[in-house]
Nanobody, 117 residues
Framework: QVQLVESGGGLVQPGGSLRLSCAAS????????MGWYRQAPGKQRELVAE???????NYADSVKGRFTISRDSTQNTVALQMNSLKLEDMAVYYC???????????WGQGTQVIVSS
C-alpha cells in the first residue's frame, strides 16, 4: 500500500516562501512521475509541477520562475520550494505519484497554503 504524507503548508504573507515536502512509503513498481497539484476553492485541481526520475521537470506557467520541484528517488520524497508567493497561490496542495504503466495515481491528504497579509 503506497501512502503519501505531505508537510510544510501554512500561512505566509505575499512575497514570502514556503517549502512543501512529501514522503512516499510502500513499494512502487515501474516508472512513475512525482508531482504537486493544487486546488483552490471553487476551482478544479490543477498541476503545479512534476518531475520524473531523470530530473526533467514541468511547471504550470503561473509558477514558472517562482517554484522549484525536487526529488530524492532514493528516499522517495518530493519537495516544492515556493518563492514570491501570491494571493492566487492560496490552495490546498496535493502530492501525487503517477505510475506510468499500468496507469495509477496515488494522492496525499493535502496541505493548506494560505497567502494573506
Amino acid at each position: 500500500q503506497v501512502q503519501l504524507v505531505e508537510s510544510g503548508g501554512g500561512l505566509v504573507q505575499p512575497g514570502g516562501s514556503l517549502r512543501l515536502s512529501c514522503a512516499a512509503s510502500g513499494r512502487i513498481f515501474g516508472a512513475y512521475v512525482m508531482g504537486w497539484y493544487r486546488q483552490a476553492p471553487g476551482k478544479q485541481r490543477e498541476l503545479v509541477a512534476e518531475i520524473i526520475s531523470s530530473g526533467s521537470t514541468n511547471y504550470a506557467d503561473s509558477v514558472k520562475g517562482r517554484f522549484t520541484i525536487s526529488r530524492d528517488s532514493t528516499q522517495n520524497t518530493v519537495a516544492l520550494q515556493m518563492n514570491s508567493l501570491k494571493l492566487e497561490d492560496m490552495a490546498v496542495y496535493y502530492c501525487n505519484i503517477h505510475v506510468v504503466f499500468p496507469p495509477r495515481d496515488y494522492w496525499g491528504q493535502g496541505t493548506q497554503v494560505i497567502v494573506s497579509s
